[in-house]
């Protein structure tokens, strides 16, 4: 009899596990994914969302992949500069279509610290003001 977990890696890449509920799935992605991206993820989960962060660059901690394109219902990039590196990476294997359509591009500068309290502000009016965000793109 299979285990819970090995039922789950059965797929090559279960996006719609149902062992992580029905929840929005929403990627935060930042440069290096150490320190917008995760608090605003961490925002993101408080608020009741399913959430996951990365980095668009080469030297990220959990790099932008196919897999967690896949995995998003919304890919919030913290600036322009990180959603065209995400474009730029991911045309040449097609998913530049399914990152313009999940896409949400903020304008988040790189000079805040992980969980810098005017970061947090800034991911709870964020919130505030764009209201719930759907699975449906």
């Known amino acids: 009899m299979q285990t819970l977990t090995q039922k789950i890696f059965e797929l090559s890449a279960p996006y719609d596990n149902p062992y992580q509920g029905p929840r929005t799935r929403l990627l935060f992605v930042c440069s290096a994914g150490l320190l917008r991206s995760p608090t605003?993820?961490?925002?993101?989960s408080v608020r009741g969302y399913n959430t996951r962060s990365c980095g668009s660059s080469d030297y990220a901690l959990v790099p932008l992949s196919v897999n967690l394109i896949?995995?998003?219902?919304?890919?919030?990039?913290?600036?322009?500069?990180?959603?065209?590196e995400a474009l730029e990476s991911f045309d040449a294997v097609g998913y530049s279509e399914d990152i313009e359509r999940k896409a949400i591009v903020l304008d988040i500068p790189d000079r805040y610290g992980t969980f810098d309290p005017q970061l947090v502000q800034i991911w709870e009016d964020w919130f505030d003001e764009y209201g719930p965000v759907t699975k449906q793109i």
């Open 40 to 44: 605003g993820a961490h925002v993101g």
């Open 70 to 84: 896949e995995w998003a219902h919304r890919i919030i990039f913290v600036n322009r500069e990180n959603y065209q």
